[in-house]
């Protein structure tokens, strides 16, 4: 049913994947060989494109369709990469979409730097739409996602993490863009404020929905799946919401020894499979999953205000698609 | 002397940076208390603020005078702050204007993404001036500054760097920032392109010599006034120009002494010493400030379309500080 949701999405926008492809290339236009290595590595490790998506159809969504669309959309996918350059170095991870991570091939400066690049190229591309108004999204995900990081980083092993808190750290650091990418592919439109907040409220619950799958997905999808060996994010002392929630719920000792596992230096596979465990019988998992498939649905009733069209049920489904997942 | 011409500009442009100093502080509005530590340990370090006094006076050039130039000039300091957090990541430099480098107080993460808020904070003020070509000057800065960077650090230790490939890097690394702060100057008043490109020319041969300058110091300035050990580009592998002048004309002995000294691990201060001796009799550091003063006199000549100003005479004058400077 899941690879059934993704091959739909796929294949309805197979056109525009490709299109994107060639253009993600095609603007990248470095200087230096080594920068197009460099950011390539990252680019072209199959991203799902998932951003660039979002714009093209937020756009089309409000009746833009000049083709323009979709060099526009690269702002969003250079954006993520820069991200996830900024990121590798950040979270000291060695595997990323099943490869190495770009600091583990060049020095962690070089990697910080093409990052750099690539955000000067989106907003190269950006400048090209003359809206004042999209650079100023463009520098509120870079002022969130950047504090994101950095709060996300500050609360490393923080085993009385909030709720509250975590869900402020996944806003900046995912929804941010994401939301982002959807309300400038209204603001290309030049549509009325009320059809630009709506698409800026379906990307913020799309966003919200896709970090808690991944989430999720850290804990229950398999290492051939997901590309990186799971329980990451506790290895690297993050504590996310199915743990948070379980950890609430917990008995004093099922607590004392989930906090005792987190805190470990080392943390082998069946503490692993013990911890996931808890987080089933304390319904962090499950709690988890309602609370993503909540925003599906306020996601997708964001979209009530347009009327039927292949970009809405696109969206619709990639919204359905963000929890379904595998990967 | 130069102590005086230093004296000269500060008290032309004391009411200026004052401004600037207050907006510095009141446009950096982080949400997280530790991101405006790691971004004032820098900001409020004793910076020159040249960028910002640069833009401020080439917009007034142009006749533009409504105050906003001040705020807006904070744009050029939040760039340049944004790349010295990059860069102390990439030079793993220890003492940054006196300091211990942000990196060695906070981790290097922590203070990539602080580099980052502060670019989104610049952007948030130029998307204010809904100007997109001013929007396309700031992606040809990072993109140039970014890849200047890594250009450097590839060249690291190459000991047959040629002095094109030097010009190129310092280009990059250094002018194309202040070229955009007088530019952009020129563009906010709205000024025709004559104009725009003389500012453009000015801040490019500016940067030029300015950097030429700091690679002179680097050599010939004492630790005192530098504020950290002079001699920290050989130490790190990087070949400037009164290396690469004295290099091109030194003897084959003294050319292989050099070439040995510059490849060792450890380079004591007698070897340093003795490798300034043969800069000065190889003429490297007479050929460079040469250069420097050659681009002095150029950048001066491309006000010579303004007619006499305040703003003129102080652009003079901080042509002429650029490598008249001690620190």
Redesign the interface.
């Known amino acids: 049913m899941t690879k059934g949701l993704k091959q739909r999405i796929i294949k309805r926008a197979a056109t525009d994947l490709e299109k994107v492809e060639i253009a993600l290339e095609h603007l990248l236009n470095?200087?230096?060989e080594?920068?197009k290595e460099i950011a390539s590595h990252l680019l072209f490790s199959g991203g799902k494109r998932l951003r660039p998506l979002l714009m093209i159809h937020s756009a089309r969504l409000c009746g833009y369709n000049t083709g323009f669309e979709i060099q526009f959309s690269i702002i969003f996918e250079y954006l993520h990469a820069a991200s996830l350059l900024?990121d590798d170095?950040?979270?000291e991870a060695d595997i990323r979409r099943g490869k190495k991570a770009a600091h583990t091939k060049w020095?962690?400066?070089?990697v910080?730097?093409?990052g750099?690049?690539l955000?000067?190229?989106a907003?190269?591309i950006?400048?090209?739409?003359?809206?004042?108004?999209i650079?100023?999204v463009?520098?509120?995900?870079?002022?969130d996602?950047?504090?994101g990081?950095?709060?996300q980083?500050?609360k490393k092993g923080k085993l009385d993490l909030s709720e509250q808190e975590y869900l402020k750290v996944i806003e900046r650091k995912t929804a941010v863009l994401i939301q982002g990418a959807c309300q400038c592919g209204a603001i290309l439109a030049k549509v009325e404020k009320e059809k630009e907040d709506a698409l800026n409220q379906y990307g913020f619950h799309l966003g919200m929905a896709f970090q808690m799958a991944d989430d999720l997905l850290d804990y229950t999808a398999s290492a051939q799946d997901l590309g990186k060996n799971p329980g990451a994010d506790i290895r690297e002392g993050k504590l996310t919401l199915p743990l948070i929630h379980s950890l609430a719920n917990a008995s004093p000792e099922d607590k004392a020894w989930m906090q005792d596992a987190i805190s470990a230096v080392e943390f082998n596979p069946d503490q692993f499979e013990k911890l996931k465990e808890k987080l089933y019988a304390y319904k962090g998992i499950e709690y988890t999953r309602k609370r993503a498939q909540g925003h599906v649905k306020k996601a997708k009733a964001c979209l009530d205000g347009f009327g039927d069209s292949e970009s809405k049920q696109l969206l619709c489904l990639i919204a359905d698609y963000s929890i379904e997942r595998k990967v």
């Open positions: 470095p200087n230096l080594l920068v900024h170095v950040v979270d020095s962690a400066p070089k910080v730097l093409t750099d690049f955000m000067a190229r907003l190269d950006a400048a090209k739409a003359k809206e004042p108004d650079i100023s463009i520098a509120k995900i870079t002022r996602m950047s504090q990081e950095i709060d980083l500050t």
